[in-house]
């Protein structure tokens, strides 16, 4: 078949906007949101607080703090995990910047590994040997929904006693063997801002079972929480730990954190019917795969190589691209050809690695006249173009595929076809 960017007949002429329409807002979240501002509790704590605790039930945590966007979130989780100056995080090269540079307004550095070619996440065998005496955690990233190795992983940090953050903000609802993702290691930490898969406008959300990080991530960012008497948050008119007087009612991350009260509410109202919503996006998802089963060139970024283990959302769906068994077409000229089919969701897809990034080699945080990376470090962790050539290569190892909403099996079946067909007739471009 001719393909339409060479002059052959478009696949889909009109593309259904409902298909992929996200989030799903109704009048129940309209009506939440108007009692909110009607209410006047835009800024407060009583409606964040009712979502952490349904949160936190849903996911499987002790523990669910609010914040005021994902970034806040995975800063708050560092600091309470003991990240401070001159530490080193260990975290995927290729993710969104946020996963990994908080370690620097903390006067860390990141010392970045590479990434798995087939679950686009942090790769376990690049991991130990980075570990240093300043090596405080590992970040993960369970990226586009991808569940990360968290066995492997956990095994490393308990081994070398390091803390396991989650960035959680791509997989609300993936499931890792059973397990949903954000509490298997000490903390999850998520954004759940618009256009993420549990999007709620800007917020972020912080998961643990853990006690002590709870307290501290409090401590951190949350002055007004100063109810529960706590080793590390003491209460303003409880005082019983001489020490810890002085960090009353100041949070010591000197950051406000908390969830906009609009938000919570429609948090509240999205969790709701958020597992029906996913399991309708994996329907479709897995359907639309179903119907690309053998063919040459794009493959399922899921984790069909673990028992119970979900995509959750799917959010930012990726296509696992092999130039080399499409005579090495490129797979920004494959994205080109889909494109001219009438899919407008498929592009050279991943985030741009970052240990190549100009922030994490030059940026001067503290004004010291050198660069925070190894401003306080007792070693340079820096990397160049090179040294993680998985990461390196993301835009010619994957392309974005469309992140279907809705089980509408005839329309999925033509932006299969427009894969396919593209795929099939390779040869002619
Ligand atoms: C979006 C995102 C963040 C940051 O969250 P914000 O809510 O935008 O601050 C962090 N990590 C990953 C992987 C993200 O995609």
Redo the contacts with the bound molecule.
């Keep these: 078949m001719k393909l339409a960017i060479l002059g052959g007949k478009i696949t889909i002429d009109n593309e259904p906007e409902a298909l992929f329409h996200w989030p799903i807002v109704t009048d129940e979240d309209i009506t939440a949101v108007t009692d909110v501002l009607k209410a006047g509790i835009m800024s407060g704590t009583g409606i964040t607080k009712q979502f952490e605790k349904e949160f936190a039930s849903w996911i499987g945590s002790e523990y669910a703090l609010g914040?005021?966007?994902?970034?806040?979130?995975?800063l708050a989780a560092m600091w309470a995990c003991g990240i401070g100056a001159g530490d080193e995080v260990i975290a995927p090269s290729m993710?969104?910047?946020?996963?990994a540079a908080p370690a620097l307004s903390l006067g860390a550095t990141v010392n970045f590994c590479d990434i798995d070619r087939r679950t686009l996440c942090i790769d376990p065998t690049d991991v130990e040997h980075r570990i240093g005496p300043r090596t405080k955690a590992i970040v993960v990233?369970h990226?586009a929904g991808h569940p990360s190795p968290m066995d492997e992983i956990m095994a490393i940090a308990r081994k070398h006693n390091l803390k396991v953050i989650e960035?959680?903000?791509?997989a609300q609802g993936s499931l890792y063997k059973g397990r949903k993702c954000g509490t298997i290691g000490d903390v999850g930490?998520?954004?759940?801002?618009a256009?993420?898969s549990f999007a709620i406008g800007?917020?972020?959300m912080l998961v643990t079972s853990n006690r002590e990080i709870y307290e501290r991530a409090v401590l951190f960012a949350h002055y007004e929480r100063t109810g529960a008497a706590s080793r590390f948050n003491a209460t303003d008119n409880q005082l019983t730990d001489p020490e810890l007087q002085h960090f009353a009612g100041i949070p010591i991350g000197a950051m406000k954190g908390r969830m906009n009260q609009t938000c919570s509410a429609m948090g509240r109202v999205q969790l709701k019917y958020y597992p029906q919503r996913i399991q309708e996006i994996q329907d479709s998802m897995n359907y639309f795969w179903s119907k690309l089963d053998g063919v040459p060139g794009i493959k399922p970024h899921r984790p069909d190589y673990w028992e119970n283990s979900t995509m959750g959302g799917w959010?930012?769906s990726q296509g696992l691209y092999y130039a080399e068994q499409l005579g090495g077409l490129s797979s920004e000229k494959f994205s080109r050809a889909v494109n001219a089919e009438g899919v407008h969701q498929c592009f050279p897809g991943g985030?741009s690695p970052l240990h190549i990034h100009p922030f994490f080699h030059d940026s001067d945080l503290f004004h010291l006249g050198k660069p925070t990376a190894v401003a306080f470090a007792d070693r340079d962790v820096r990397q160049g173009e090179g040294a993680l050539p998985v990461s390196e290569s993301i835009h010619e190892i994957t392309v974005a595929v469309p992140w279907f909403k809705h089980l509408d099996k005839k329309m999925i079946d033509q932006y299969a076809q427009a894969f396919r067909k593209v795929a099939e007739g390779a040869d002619q471009l």
Excluded: P, Q
Aim: proline share 0%; glycine share 10%.
């Design positions: 914040f005021c966007n994902g970034t806040a979130s995975i993710t969104y910047w946020a996963s990233v990226y960035d959680t903000s791509h930490a998520m954004s759940m801002m256009g993420k800007e917020a972020g959010y930012y985030n």
